[in-house]
């Protein structure tokens, strides 16, 4: 429940205006006034939060929340691991979005199907979201999941299904598969895979985080597009043009060892989301984890 008083302010010459104190402000169950927005985290606890796309069986997530996140959403297409990462590392109950109407049957029958293996392996129980891994543990579990195609799902839809702003994630994790690229570049141009590590970029700026970090796929430096483009050069322009950081910092730290973890964090700087950088300011500073 908020509160506001409104208080007359006068301006220069004879205008009058009204304004309202504490206008944005929210009370808490402590009686404390804090702004709107960041009661909207304040649901999800104290921990920084996280975003897992193409999350798979969950191996990042469980990473990442041991490294004390909180993982508030996640994202897949593969039933199986879909399955298996819901029941591992998902609240009870849990928020599942569908992104096509087709996803809903395609994951029952995914579930159905594991059931009767299930059966047949003397396994009597039903495998319910939550009750793996997350259960024996003092984490808390994932409150949303999109199963679907990741080309059809905008940062904006994930946000507000949160009830986030653009740039409160703390963290977006993935591993985009890339098996679509090859060293040449001249593998199948129609490969769907080509795409998705530029739409894990696609929702890194769609989200705005606070910090990236993209699995190091095997020889992905060595990767080109269909077009001859080095795959990083193009992951690398598209965040830059979306102004979430310079180009130079980005490939500064991606042309170091390849063992490393494509994680990065952008500090200092005035870039603000959707604001492009004016010719002449300083860029901006990066950080990085590796």
Not at 3 to 14: E, K, R
Not at 28 to 56: C, H, N, W
Not at 108 to 113: H, I, S, T
Not at 125 to 138: K, N, R, V, Y
């Given at each position: 429940?908020?509160?506001?008083m409104t208080l ?42 996280a975003i897992d796309l ?7 997530s ?8 909180r993982?508030?959403a ?7 691991a ?7 590392l998902a609240?009870?109950p ?9 996803d809903h049957?395609?994951?029952?029958k ?9 059966t ?5 129980s ?6 793996g891994?997350i259960?024996t ?13 990741i080309?059809?799902?905008?940062g904006?839809?994930i946000?507000k299904?949160?009830?986030?702003e ?9 591993g985009p598969?890339?098996?679509?690229f090859?060293?040449?570049g001249?593998?199948n ?7 998705l ?11 705005w ?8 796929v095997p020889?992905?430096?060595?990767m080109k597009t269909?077009?001859?483009?080095p ?11 979306g102004?979430?950081?310079s180009?130079n910092a ?5 042309g170091q ?7 990065f ?5 005035e870039s603000?989301?959707?604001k492009?950088k004016?010719k ?5 500073q990066?950080?990085?984890?590796i």
């Amino acid at each position: 429940m908020g509160g506001s008083m409104t208080l007359p302010v006068y301006s220069h010459g004879l205008h009058e205006r009204q304004v309202t104190f504490g206008e944005g402000f929210v009370s808490t169950k402590t009686g404390l006034f804090i702004p709107e927005t960041m009661s909207k985290r304040v649901q999800y606890g104290p921990k920084p939060l996280a975003i897992d796309l193409f999350s798979g069986a969950g191996g990042f997530s469980v990473g990442v929340i041991q490294a004390g996140f909180r993982v508030v959403a996640a994202l897949d297409n593969w039933e199986l691991a879909v399955l298996t990462y819901l029941h591992n590392l998902a609240t009870f109950p849990v928020n599942t979005h569908f992104v096509e109407t087709g996803d809903h049957d395609r994951l029952d029958k995914a579930l159905e199907a594991q059931m009767k293996l299930d059966t047949q392996a003397g396994v009597a129980s039903m495998p319910l979201a939550g009750h793996g891994w997350i259960s024996t543990t003092e984490y808390e579990g994932v409150p949303h999941f999109w199963f679907g195609d990741i080309r059809k799902v905008s940062g904006a839809e994930i946000l507000k299904e949160l009830g986030l702003e653009r740039g409160d994630i703390d963290l977006v994790v993935g591993g985009p598969p890339c098996q679509g690229f090859s060293v040449g570049g001249k593998r199948n141009i129609m490969d769907p895979r080509n795409s998705l590590v530029f739409e894990f970029a696609r929702l890194v700026l769609e989200i705005w985080p606070k910090s990236f970090c993209m699995e190091n796929v095997p020889g992905i430096r060595s990767m080109k597009t269909p077009e001859g483009w080095p795959v990083m050069d193009a992951f690398c322009r598209l965040i830059s043009d979306g102004g979430w950081a310079s180009f130079n910092a980005l490939q500064t730290y991606m042309g170091q060892s390849p063992e490393r973890k494509a994680a990065f964090r952008a500090d200092g700087g005035e870039s603000k989301p959707g604001k492009k950088k004016a010719k002449g300011v300083e860029e901006k500073q990066a950080s990085f984890a590796i």
